[in-house]
């Protein structure tokens, strides 16, 4: 099984709404990622945690917090965001983080009004 | 820094051909290579990755080529089919552990 979920599938928010994005993943793997993918762009990495630990931030604002609960859920909470931030949100798992196959979910198509 | 570029940004094949595409990059220090399929509205999804120490891999329909000589990365698509039309994206490993991602190819396949 090489399943990454993630909730919602879609999402519409305000300006000054807080939501959260959520991504589960039961492969045992010890590695996951967030990642921002803009139309027609390859994805972009924001935050790696390995272990429960954040070990990456690609200077994501403030406005993007990352949360790791346990091993097997990522939540990436949102507040204040800009249209800008409009995106397709990617969550991704792998074995550890030494140069292993991440394995993608479907994505949080997320639009900011 | 690290990157990795593409050479072609389309390709359409007519159904039945092989289809080849791209991918170059700098810096070799990286180990691992992966290609990911991604189809509209879906999240990439992985479909054959290499080492270093390898110079091809073969797959079910798909095989990946590794060129360290000239940094030159290709995934081969035997007999294109219809549900192969997507974009698909060459990505390296990083020096953090991270994915490096080209920009991706949109394949096209004529009926």
């Known amino acids: 099984d090489t399943e990454v979920t993630q909730t919602p599938k879609h999402l519409v928010m305000g300006m000054t709404n807080k939501k959260s994005l959520k991504c589960e993943q039961h492969?045992?793997?010890?590695?996951m990622y967030w990642y921002k993918q803009k139309a027609k762009k390859p994805p972009e990495l924001m935050f790696v945690y390995s272990y429960e630990k954040l070990s990456i931030n690609e200077s994501v604002p403030s406005r993007f917090s990352p949360e790791c609960p346990n091993s097997s859920l990522l939540n990436l909470h949102l507040h204040a965001l800009q249209p800008e931030d409009s995106a397709l949100y990617l969550c991704?798992?792998?074995?550890?983080?030494?140069?292993?196959?991440?394995?993608f979910g479907p994505g949080t198509r997320l639009l900011v009004l | 820094g690290e990157s990795v570029g593409l050479h072609l940004p389309t390709l359409s094949v007519q159904e039945g051909d092989n289809s080849i595409i791209n991918c170059a990059y700098s810096n070799s220090a990286s180990d691992y290579f992966i290609w990911y399929k991604q189809e509209s509205g879906k999240g990439p999804q992985f479909i054959i990755d290499?080492?270093?120490?390898?110079d091809k891999r073969q797959g079910q329909r798909v095989t990946v080529l590794l060129n360290k000589t000239v940094k030159h990365l290709s995934l081969q698509i035997a007999a294109t089919q219809p549900g192969d039309s997507a974009v698909y994206f060459c990505?390296?490993?990083?020096?953090?552990?991270?994915?490096?991602f080209g920009k991706g190819t949109k394949l096209s396949v004529k009926p």
């Open positions: 990505a390296k490993g990083g020096s953090q552990g991270n994915l490096i």
């Open positions: 991704a798992s792998s074995q550890d983080e030494v140069q292993e196959t991440q394995y």
């Open positions: 290499i080492r270093s120490n390898m």
């Open positions: 492969m045992g793997h010890r590695a």
